[in-house]
């Protein structure tokens, strides 16, 4: 089990919105670079979205631009997952984890937590 814990997945009509939290126990995640992944029915983990406090930037996959939008509370060590528009095909379990890129793949840096699913209906 990793250290940071996901919740505020659910089941959401499409059209929906829900917001997801990250938190941990351990470092400030603004010393990290922090993401966002999800792993849907029958397929890979992939990466969703990602912030560097640091830099002050923020990255998103394309399929979520527009919809999703990362944002963290250091005081309240949390990180957030706004998700607008809620569509069938974002239906995951969703992780947060300190991570990376390289080679245009993002990874992860510390084990996985155990997620939170968000089931999004037609």
């Known amino acids: 089990q990793g250290q940071q814990i996901e919740s505020g997945g659910g089941l959401v009509q499409a059209g929906g919105s829900l917001r997801l939290s990250c938190t941990a126990s351990?470092?400030?995640?603004?010393?990290?670079?922090m993401g966002w992944f999800r792993q849907a029915p029958g397929k890979e983990r992939e990466f969703v979205a990602a912030?560097?406090?640091?830099?002050?930037?923020?990255i998103y996959a394309e399929s979520v631009k527009g919809r999703f939008t990362i944002s963290g509370d250091n005081a309240k060590m949390t990180m957030y997952l706004q998700m607008n528009s809620l569509r069938p095909e974002d239906t995951a379990v969703y992780y947060c984890?300190?991570?990376?890129?390289?080679?245009?793949?993002?990874?992860?840096?510390?084990?996985w937590g155990q997620g939170t699913l968000v089931t999004v209906s037609s």
């Open positions: 351990g470092r400030p995640f603004s010393r990290y670079t």
């Open positions: 984890v300190p991570t990376t890129q390289e080679s245009g793949f993002w990874y992860a840096l510390d084990a």
């Open positions: 912030i560097n406090w640091s830099g002050g930037s923020t």
